[in-house]
């Protein structure tokens, strides 16, 4: 007692000396959640698309295993589109430019009507695949009637696929993949701006990636498809697929800012390595969307992925590419941060060390203000998760156990200072940023301290103690979830 009554006298010392050199603190946020989805939360769908309405409920599409027809299921929970029961768009006819596959469909509700946007092709050439649109004007998609479908015109007849539509600045942009005449790749991304919503200004289009790295070319001539947009931090970022669509495939990330013309190829620029890609029992992740939370805040990525390696009997027809979703993070530098798969059955994943092995705990379940963290291996208890919330560009992080935050807990500037738990207060103490270190995996930088959380003495037992250090990218400081 005489500890913690002695760490909180230091405390106020130091919560004076942030006062005294008017250190701005960022207000508390709305309450976040503990994200707990059980992956895959849907078996046997491919290239998901998952939209949030006003309504409250989840719209989730997806290609299914035959490609012959586009279906729709809704959820007031991500986890409970598993269990949703799908309804029929529409399906296939047995003849004529839309019977052979039906693919990738992205859900968009625009202008008080419900659209899916997909690619079709047909049953004689089933690789001849052009864009299509189909409308619903119910204010419940999975009642009422869709239209027929239509074509999307993009200006130049050739294999073209993945459409999705995203609105920046009040303008409606439509992207999409499509075979170029210029090369011998597979595919390149391509974005044009919409003048309704089921037509583009195809004189406005342009293309904003090729293939270009030999991680895009793995298994495949070239490929960059898929594209999934989103508009944060003041940027315009879409995500995109690359490689054979087995193991090798996986993300890159294409950035713009708002502010920019993005109409104008020289506004993108492209990341040199892949953001998300086989790990952890999680094999092929790729070509999905991004959603949020049920709290309406916490940013969501949702992909698909295999179980296994070796698709059987190809790629293309091995049914068994499940939807999967799980937390997206944002970097110290504003970028989205994906980092690994989580591992199939993993619920509330924790941090855990590269070094250690092992996961940051609430150790000996101290739900006392002061109480230090520790390394211990990895489980499912409660002292092992935790929430991370987003609150103007930092992150604070929060015990499930101990409903504490993780805190420099001195306000401490000294290498090697204590961190532990305190109750939540919004304190520069409590923000932490994460640092993108490759390959998924990350640092985490506290605000007050400028230093970064470190396993200090390079210990792998149990109970090593953690404490903070100068950044420096080493074993010791790289995280992951799960």
């Known amino acids: 007692m005489s500890n913690i009554l002695s760490r909180a006298r230091r405390r106020a ?18 309450e976040a959640q503990f994200i707990d989805v059980p992956n895959p939360i849907v078996e046997q769908r491919a290239d998901p698309a998952i939209y949030k309405h006003t309504d409250g409920y989840y719209y989730m599409t997806a290609s299914v295993p035959d490609y012959k027809r586009l279906e729709l299921r809704r959820s007031q ?4 589109l598993g269990s949703a029961t799908p309804v029929t768009a529409f399906t296939a006819p047995s003849s004529g430019p839309l019977s052979g596959w039906t693919w990738a469909p992205d859900i968009q509700y625009i202008d008080g009507a419900w659209y899916m946007y997909f690619s079709a092709s047909p049953n004689t050439a089933r690789f001849a695949q052009r864009l299509y649109w189909v409308r619903n004007t119910s204010a419940d998609p999975t009642t009422g009637t869709w239209s027929e479908p239509q074509r999307m015109t993009t200006g130049r007849e050739s294999f073209q696929l993945d459409p999705a539509s995203f609105v920046v600045n009040g303008t409606r942009y439509f992207t999409w993949s499509q075979d170029s005449p ?3 790749f597979n595919s390149h991304t391509y974005l044009a701006r919409m003048t309704s919503p089921t037509t583009i200004d195809t004189a406005t289009a342009i293309e904003i990636a090729r293939p270009t790295h030999a991680w895009e070319m793995e298994g495949v001539r070239g490929v960059v498809e898929g594209p999934m947009p989103l508009v944060k931090n003041g940027k315009v970022f879409i995500a995109y697929s690359a490689s054979a669509t087995d193991s090798r495939y996986k993300l890159g990330l294409l950035s713009a800012p708002v502010s920019a013309n993005l109409l104008d190829p020289a506004s993108w620029t492209k990341k040199p390595t892949p953001v998300f890609q086989t790990a952890n029992g999680v094999y092929g992740p790729g070509h ?10 916490t940013d969501m990525l949702v992909f698909h992925a295999r179980d296994y390696a070796t698709p059987t009997p190809d790629a293309l027809t091995d049914p068994n590419r499940h939807t999967r979703v799980q937390q997206l993070y944002w970097s110290d530098t504003g970028e989205p941060f994906f980092g690994q798969p989580i591992a199939t059955g993993a619920r509330q994943p ?21 109480a230090l ?3 211990y291996t990895c489980n499912d208890y409660a002292v092992q998760k935790w929430e991370f919330t987003y609150v103007g560009g930092y992150y604070r992080i929060k015990n499930l156990h101990a409903a504490k935050c993780l805190d420099n807990l001195d306000g401490s500037t000294a290498l090697n200072a204590d961190v532990g738990l305190w109750t939540c207060n919004g304190h520069v103490n409590q923000d932490w940023s994460i640092i993108d270190r490759g390959n998924g995996w990350f640092s985490l930088r506290n605000r007050a301290s400028g ?15 953690l404490s903070m250090y100068t950044c420096n990218g080493l074993g010791a400081q790289l995280w992951r979830r799960g």
Do not use: H, M
């Open 13 to 30: 010392v130091a919560a004076l000396a942030v006062a005294l050199t008017a250190v701005a603190l960022v207000p508390a946020s709305a």
């Open 77 to 80: 929970t991500l986890a409970g």
């Open 182 to 184: 210029d090369t011998n």
């Open 288 to 297: 999905g969307s991004f959603t949020v939370a049920e709290d309406g805040v």
């Open 350 to 370: 924790g941090i855990r060390g590269q070094f250690s092995d092992k996961c940051v705990d609430d150790y000996g379940w101290n739900t006392a203000n002061g």
């Open 373 to 375: 963290v520790r390394l």
């Open 451 to 465: 230093l970064c959380l470190d396993n200090y003495e390079w210990d792998r037992s149990n109970g090593a103690r």
